[in-house]
């Protein structure tokens, strides 16, 4: 190993006066849009405008959890693309963001939720995605430390088994997207915050930032926990609603949980990670807020949830607890596409779902920006189905089910 | 933790109450178009700012109660029960 500081991987720029396309959001969604600009549409005079350092929004905060196993047609299709994306990631990027599909178990506790699982596999199969319910004894198979007695306040009743679905190192997904879109000629300008969008004559116009005034004619909203906030520069309305989610971590023990596992009906899924540590993650905070300040009230209701499941791991220890900001939409399905406003693109009201999106949504909005116009795959997605009325139905399988 | 100084039961920790989401003032519906009553279902403003909003008090009083909070510090700084002290 040499002693010698590691390069930089991504060049510091003065901000330019003019670029083609401005993303708002240095998140794994701003950095991969840049990336899929430069490598399929030959966009390179791009800039991506984060206001703290990138990644440090819900791209860190999230529980790195990757699946497909949605309960839409539409949904299952989309994730699915991502989760094709992330399987060749490392190679895209030749960055190591060390996916490992370890498989994703949604518990059933009652008969109702076994039967959504069942019309979740049904849905998943048709669309090719390998998906299925199990029983308990395979439950306990795949996962000896779960409390599969008969006994517990939520039996365990049978769980959907989804193996393509795992666990990734949300940070390097981060980093590989900001190297390699920065090789192609993007400029990821950080500690760079935007305070107004410039409109002329109903089309976007430029963006105004801490570091000076941007000329764009194209700009996309790429940011979560402040995507109502952003847009409201530009006069757009959002049906969004931010709230806190929080997650924690416990100290590393030996590797003994593989699969990814979830349980609805106990607000809570966890994973142990590469160094050994459990991270659990939970259902949004019950009230809107823009704070990210840890609640008591979280860690007990986690560690009530957890014991139900996995009572042998009462003597662990938390490390810390953080929370991230999820803009919630009413239906539970992201909004990307164009806004009334021509020129600025939305892709935002990513809920509790986002990371696992990040490559397919950058796909996608690179394509919409390239094309002019949102391609099949987010069709249905766009910002007007909540004025027609024309909602998706995600919230089944969207809900807590990470 | 936040509690809330509900004005029948005192200061409550909010996990008795149900949030509601903010203030919204609701078209007539036998005067509104589809689209404008979808706007006032699913639009939010969604500040970071001091938001006027409706939470119940599902666990004590069952009163509706109308409050300001800072969406960022969570501070609240005004409660009253909807529909004043006698409704």
């Not at chain 1, 299952?76 to 030749?94: C, H, I, Q």
């Not at chain 1, 490992?100 to 518990?107: A, S, V």
Request: net charge negative; glycine share 10%.
């Amino acid at each position: 190993m040499s002693r010698s500081p590691w390069p930089r991987v991504w060049d510091h720029h003065e901000l330019a006066s003019s670029y083609d396309v401005v993303i708002i959001g240095g998140g794994v969604h701003g950095l991969a849009t840049a990336y899929y600009l430069a490598r399929n549409h030959g966009i390179t005079n791009v800039a991506v405008l984060e206001k703290s350092y990138i990644g440090s929004g819900g791209s860190g905060r999230n529980t790195a959890i990757v699946r497909s196993n949605y309960l839409t047609p539409e949904g299952s299709r989309f994730y699915d693309r991502s989760v094709k994306l992330y399987e060749r990631l490392a190679d895209d990027l030749n960055f190591n963001v060390m996916f490992e599909q370890r498989g994703h178990m949604t518990l059933a506790h009652s008969d109702s939720s076994l039967r959504t699982m069942r019309w979740r596999a049904e849905v998943n199969k048709v669309e090719g995605i390998d998906s299925s319910v199990i029983s308990p004894d395979a439950v306990r198979e795949l996962a000896p430390f779960l409390d599969t007695s008969d006994h517990p306040r939520y039996p365990i009743l049978g769980a959907l088994w989804h193996p393509p679905g795992g666990i990734i190192r949300h940070d390097a997904v981060v980093w590989g997207y900001a190297r390699a879109a920065n090789a192609m000629g993007a400029h990821i300008h950080q500690e760079t915050e935007v305070t107004g969008i410039e409109l002329a004559e109903g089309k976007v116009a430029g963006v105004h930032t801490s570091r000076g005034r941007i000329a764009s004619g194209t700009v996309v909203n790429c940011t979560a926990g402040w995507a109502s906030l952003v847009a409201a520069m530009a006069g757009v309305e959002l049906p969004i609603t931010t709230r806190p989610l929080q997650a924690a971590v416990t100290e590393p023990v030996r590797p003994f949980l593989h699969p990814v596992i979830v349980s609805g009906s106990l607000h809570t899924y966890v994973s142990q990670t590469a160094r050994g540590e459990l991270v659990f993650g939970a259902s949004v905070d019950p009230f809107a807020s823009y704070s990210t300040r840890g609640s008591l009230e979280f860690t007990t209701g986690l560690a009530n949830h957890v014991l139900e499941l996995m009572p042998a791991i009462s003597n662990m220890r938390l490390l810390r607890q953080w929370a991230g900001l999820c803009d919630m939409t009413p239906d539970f399905g992201p909004i990307i596409g164009p806004t009334p406003v021509e020129g600025f693109f939305v892709d935002v009201g990513w809920g509790t779902y986002g990371f696992k999106a990040g490559p397919v949504a950058g796909e996608a909005v690179a394509d919409m920006i390239a094309n002019g116009r949102p391609g099949e795959l987010i069709g249905t997605f766009g910002l007007d189905r909540f004025e027609a009325g024309t909602l998706t139905a995600e919230k089944g399988a969207a809900a807590v089910g990470h | 933790m936040l509690v809330i100084l509900c004005p029948n039961c005192g200061p409550r920790n909010s996990d008795e109450f149900t949030f509601q989401g903010e203030t919204r003032s609701r078209p007539d519906v036998n005067d509104t178009e589809p689209s404008e009553w979808r706007r006032y279902l699913y639009m939010r403003e969604n500040l970071a700012d001091w938001v006027s909003e409706r939470w119940f008090h599902v666990s004590g009083c069952r009163r509706y109660l109308m409050l300001e909070r800072h969406t960022v510090t969570n501070e609240i700084r005004d409660v009253e029960l909807v529909g004043g002290e006698q409704a």
